[in-house]
């Protein structure tokens, strides 16, 4: 795979077989059709992003900030295009406390529960609905004794 600047961070691999995704530490993800030696389509986002495909290969999941993860349809468009805009925007809520982004995430194998982790925290997230998180769990005090 080619079109990185920079240090490659997060690769992902569809159940579909002919698609994946990689990104860098400047924020690009590229979509990359495993047959073809180039990029089939680049999503920037503003900071280091993690990236997961769903167990369908229907939707990805990109969190590049302690705020939100997105969720894309997987069916890049072709040629060098840029991705568009997101099918659903999930907030992390207080789980990541507005300051450690993802460095982790994991669809469920039914596709409806994406689970992002990072520095210690972890939120469950509705793949479906931009809802608070179902569950968070942050480091804490150490317990006494």
């Given at each position: 795979?080619?079109?990185?600047?920079?240090?490659?961070?997060?690769?992902?691999?569809?159940?579909?077989?002919?698609?994946?995704?990689?990104?860098?530490?400047?924020?690009?993800?590229?979509?990359?059709?495993?047959?073809?030696?180039?990029?089939?389509?680049?999503?920037?986002?503003?900071?280091?992003?993690?990236?997961?495909?769903?167990?369908?290969?229907?939707?990805?999941?990109?969190?590049?900030?302690?705020?939100?993860?997105?969720?894309?349809?997987?069916?890049?468009?072709?040629?060098?295009?840029?991705?568009?805009?997101?099918?659903?925007?999930?907030?992390?809520?207080?789980?990541?406390?507005?300051a450690v982004r993802p460095d982790a995430l994991a669809f469920e194998p039914a596709g409806r529960w994406l689970?992002?982790?990072?520095?210690?925290?972890?939120?469950?997230?509705?793949?479906?609905?931009?809802?608070?998180?179902?569950?968070?769990?942050?480091?804490?005090?150490?317990?006494?004794?």
């Open positions: 795979m080619t079109g990185h600047t920079t240090r490659v961070t997060a690769v992902a691999a569809s159940p579909l077989a002919d698609t994946a995704a990689s990104a860098d530490e400047s924020g690009v993800v590229l979509f990359h059709d495993i047959r073809a030696p180039k990029p089939t389509a680049t999503l920037r986002t503003p900071a280091r992003a993690t990236v997961a495909f769903d167990e369908q290969g229907i939707v990805v999941a990109v969190a590049a900030d302690a705020a939100h993860v997105k969720i894309f349809s997987a069916k890049a468009p072709g040629g060098d295009a840029q991705f568009p805009a997101p099918v659903v925007e999930l907030a992390l809520g207080p789980a990541f406390g507005g689970a992002a982790a990072g520095g210690g925290a972890l939120a469950v997230l509705d793949a479906f609905r931009s809802q608070p998180p179902l569950a968070v769990a942050r480091p804490g005090p150490p317990p006494p004794g």
